[in-house]
């Protein structure tokens, strides 16, 4: 199931639906992650050949991913259908580079794709149930879905299907930088009032016994610059709670490590 609408055309400028102005923004964020989902796996689809052993997915795994495109591309035309109906601009497609040079990187980045995605669903959800109530349940249902996907990428690395009791949900703007990393530089049509963060780099995964974690970041930064002198923390979400801060202990220029709580 997935959210209706009144029935619209595409430069259709008279809204049909009220929605708050937050409410549209964060929709029009799921589009762009929706955007992003769909190039990623209609890539996959054409660049991973069928009965192929050389790359390590089966044909079955195969149907899945092209499955998979097919509910990304209705949950793409349900936004895209939400968002004409109030009215509202339609996000178009940047372009995009997506690191996977194996089966293992390949499933690796779907899974961290698909967690972007819940998590921002999960937090655009429960605004709407505020602001734009009969939004909810179809936006529950995109959320569901995507965690099956999720669950699916876990399974196809040998992971259970969920590694924790519950999915942790990131704000509009941590997820619009997640999926930055996704996109050409100043390839996007149109862009999302969402602040861009100052970058930070860490390994791409947290093993369960790490004690302390390896940080990045360019020092001329501005944002930087202005906090030269002072502490620097790292924050730590996980599920349903609140963030846990550890201090950044500098290395060198840039670098700097802080422990895992």
Not at 74 to 91: F, K, M, P, S
Not at 132 to 153: C, P
Not at 182 to 192: E, K, N
Not at 220 to 229: A, D, L, R
Request: one cysteine or more; aromatic letters at 6%; hydrophobic letters at 40%.
């Amino acid at each position: 199931a997935a959210p209706t609408c009144p029935s619209t055309t595409a430069g259709n400028n008279t809204a049909t639906l009220y929605l708050s102005p937050s409410t549209i923004t964060g929709l029009q964020l799921a589009l762009h992650l929706e955007n992003l989902e769909v190039n990623f796996f209609q890539s996959a689809s054409a660049n991973i050949t069928e009965g192929d052993s050389a790359q390590g997915i089966s044909n079955t795994t195969l149907d899945v991913i092209r499955e998979v495109t097919l509910q990304e591309q209705a949950h793409r035309t349900t936004l895209q259908n939400i968002l004409l109906a109030a009215g509202a601009a339609i996000i178009p497609e940047c372009q995009y580079i997506f690191p996977s040079r194996n089966t293992s990187e390949f499933l690796s980045l779907g899974r961290s794709l698909s967690s972007v995605g819940v998590g921002a669903i999960l937090t655009l959800a429960e605004s709407v149930a505020i602001l734009d109530s009969n939004l909810v349940s179809g936006l529950a249902s995109i959320a569901a879905t995507e965690a099956r996907h999720d669950a699916f990428f876990n399974v196809a690395k040998g992971q259970p299907p969920s590694s924790a009791p519950f999915d942790t949900p990131i704000s509009s703007t941590w997820a619009y930088n997640l999926a930055l990393a996704f996109i050409v530089p100043a390839s996007c049509p149109r862009d999302l009032p969402i602040p861009i963060l100052p970058t930070l780099s860490t390994q791409a995964t947290l093993k369960s016994n790490q004690t302390s974690m390896a940080f990045s970041w360019d020092p001329t930064q501005k944002s930087v610059t202005q906090e030269n002198g002072k502490a620097l923390f790292i924050g730590w979400v996980n599920q349903l709670g609140s963030p846990v801060f550890t201090p950044l202990v500098s290395s060198g220029n840039g670098t700097g490590t802080a422990s895992v709580p």
